[in-house]
């Protein structure tokens, strides 16, 4: 597939995907949806280890694109779940499932659906001048694409609903302050810090990680007993690994772990 709204590359165990279509603050549209999944289908059969996903121009992703949508009198309201379920979801829970850490870097505005995208990231970066805005109460809408799950999940329900029932901008350092996202960066440093991280996680224990973000997202809707079963059966697993055995002889030969991620 030749894509026409989205960069993606993969080089020395990175993915990269750049939303591209800056002229609409690089809104979904369906096509984007598809070269997304079909972007996400390669990830997975890589040797990637990290995905970073970004937005050209000044947005991130301005959520879904409203010229799509002809809501003009008497047409037929279009089915928003279906819309939700085929292509959303997927993309949602695809980021969740890749086997590895997914770094965001929000570069400008992340609204409605794009707030989501970002949320759906396992570390999120974000430059001072980005701000995240739950647009879908503009139009009527519930949070969605996850959004509903993450915002309480990270914020608490006071400013999820806050932040859900007026559609207020956050600037990027508050999201920070509240918890929202792992970090908020000078406009400058964004693409380098999300480099600098990707390259650290090009050569980490990358099946580890992937078990380790399994734990914490499963952590949220689990008794301690039934995360202490899940630690065990995790750690079982991985302490079976490669990486698990080169990080303990490293230490003791007091050199560098080289990790093949399995
Ligand atoms: C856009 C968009 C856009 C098209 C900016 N579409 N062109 C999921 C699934 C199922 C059903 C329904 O919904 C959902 C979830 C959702 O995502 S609902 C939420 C949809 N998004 C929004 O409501 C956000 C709409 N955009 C805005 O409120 C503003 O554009 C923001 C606050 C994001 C940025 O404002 P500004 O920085 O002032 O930029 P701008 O408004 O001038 O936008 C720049 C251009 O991008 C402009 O085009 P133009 O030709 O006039 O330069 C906009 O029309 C276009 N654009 N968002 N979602």
Redesign the pocket.
Known sequence: MTYQTILFSINDGIARITLNRP???N??SVSMHAELHDALERIRASAARVLLLCGAG??FC??????E?DLSPGKPAPD?GL??ES??HPLVLGLRGLPMPVICAVNG?A????ASLALACDIVLAARSAVF?Q??C??G?VP??GGSHALPRRVGTARAMGLALLGDKLPAEQAESWGLIWKCVADEQLLPEAERLAVHFSSAPTKGLAFTKRAIYASTDHTLEQQLALERDFQREIGRGNDYREGVNAFKEKRAPIFDGK
């Open positions: 002229e609409k603050l809104a979904f000044r947005g301005a959520g879904q694109d409203l010229d949508r928003l819309t939700l292509l959303y505005v609204a409605g659906a794009g805005i647009s879908f503009k139009l809408l969605d694409a």
